[in-house]
């Protein structure tokens, strides 16, 4: 019984909780300071920018090696309004569920053309348009605007394309909000809209989440979907059936598909190859939306780790660290500095890697800063933490197993 006391009192120190207590304190604090200073700013956006859970994707395909049949994408490139009008009217020929219509027009010119526009986009019940909001104050959390069509265009169902990121052109779109609230008004974005039509019970199931950003758990770029570039919608011989009770995407993806992807509707992803350095963006907005309407479909979400939660097992995990660190540089302190540093890499690595099986193969994302940043900063930490114990030593005697012995 005594050898049993004796062993929960090591695991139950008070100095190993001070320390680790201490350690995240001061890890915070070093990041509320680094964050708030303006000449840390290009390492702040940086850092804010990336995510290990891109390497799954650059590296091991976030596809799911097979095609979604559920959504055709339809490439509109920069087609005039009237080849926009005869497009539409192609595709609403073979009969699709639902058409999503990422494109705005924003002034009325030929009478004749642009009347023949506004009878496709008013066609049936089943086309959704475009908005975008815009000018989102900081402070209350609302939109000022709401840009559409020309109302002559607009039929009145929209679904809004905003997607996610501090500032999208540059970076990285990992999320997409469910939900926005304008002038009263609940908005859905198009994605959604397309869903909520098309399979109300994935799209109750969505809203049921009630998160204010869901994490897009990406498929895969166009090569996903099946996708129809312009010549082949407007060659006769084409075989359009596929086409009939899908969701139709129709929006801009590129001049063509066999010219070089431009910067026009493009943004970056996880999927790109290039993580660092990147010089091009990789996927275009109707892409993206696909790929939202894909996991809503599939009910193939990401569930985001508290951040609660990720401190407290965080936290538990650093102590344990520390436990074992102490142990093995009171057995050994010559061994201890000769395997410290391979000791580290490995346990980082064995980290990074077992939050890569979490999020593959149960879909959860967790911070990985709060778990590496104590364990990579612990050895310098206790080089100052037993400095300060020494100084106070000075004044008041203490016990600690972080001091010499007297």
């Known amino acids: 019984m005594k050898k049993r006391w004796n062993i929960l009192f090591f695991w139950l120190k008070a100095d190993y909780f001070i320390i680790t207590l201490s350690l995240f304190i001061t890890v915070s604090a070093l990041g509320l300071i680094t964050f708030n200073i303006t000449m840390f700013d290009p390492i702040k956006k940086a850092l804010s920018d990336f995510n290990f859970s891109d390497l ?26 009237s080849q926009i009008a005869d497009e539409i009217a192609l595709v609403r020929k073979n009969n699709p569920r639902i058409i999503g219509f ?14 023949a526009l506004r009878i496709r986009f008013n066609e049936g019940d089943n086309m959704i348009m475009a908005c975008f909001l815009t000018g989102k104050n900081e402070l209350t959390g609302k939109f000022d605007s709401l840009e559409t069509s020309d109302p002559y265009f607009d039929n009145g169902r929209h679904g809004f394309v905003n997607l996610g990121g501090a500032d999208p052109m540059i970076s990285t779109v990992r999320t997409f909000s469910p939900r926005e609230v304008f002038r009263g008004e609940t908005l859905f974005p198009l994605s959604g809209s397309a869903v909520r039509r098309f399979a109300p019970e994935a799209f109750r199931t969505l809203l049921e989440r009630d998160n204010k950003r869901e994490v897009i758990n990406y ?14 919608i407007f060659d006769s011989a084409s075989d359009l059936s596929v086409i009939r009770d899908k969701i139709v995407l129709m929006g801009y993806m590129g001049e063509s598909f066999q010219g070089p992807p431009d910067l026009e509707d493009i943004y970056y992803t996880p ?10 963006p990789d996927m275009y907005g109707v892409v993206i939306h696909a790929n939202i309407v894909s996991m809503i479909l599939a009910g193939d979400y990401i569930n985001v780790m508290p951040t609660w939660q990720c401190i407290l097992f965080s936290f538990i995990l ?28 490995l346990l980082n690595v064995l980290i990074i890697y077992v939050f890569f099986l979490i ?5 959860c994302s967790i911070n990985s ?36 012995k007297h």
């Open 369 to 404: 800063g709060y778990f590496l940043a104590p364990i990579l900063l612990y050895r310098t930490f206790l080089t100052y933490y037993e400095r300060l114990l020494l100084v106070i030593d000075r004044r008041v005697k203490i016990n600690s197993i972080f001091l010499p």
């Open 219 to 232: 498929r895969g770029n166009k090569d996903a979907y099946v996708a129809f570039d312009i010549d082949e």
């Open 318 to 345: 650093c102590y344990f660290y520390v436990i074992f660190i102490t142990w093995l540089n009171t057995r050994n302190p010559l061994l201890f500095n000769v395997v410290y540093p391979v000791f580290l890499l």
């Open 102 to 115: 990422d494109g705005f027009f924003s002034s009325r010119r030929d009478p004749v053309v642009d009347s």
């Open 271 to 280: 999927m790109n190859q290039e993580l660092s350095g990147r010089s091009r």
């Open 56 to 81: 799954l994707y650059s590296r091991l395909s976030a596809s799911k090696g097979t095609i979604d049949t559920n959504i055709v994408l339809v490439n509109i490139g920069h087609l005039n309004r």
């Open 359 to 363: 999020y593959k193969y149960f879909n």
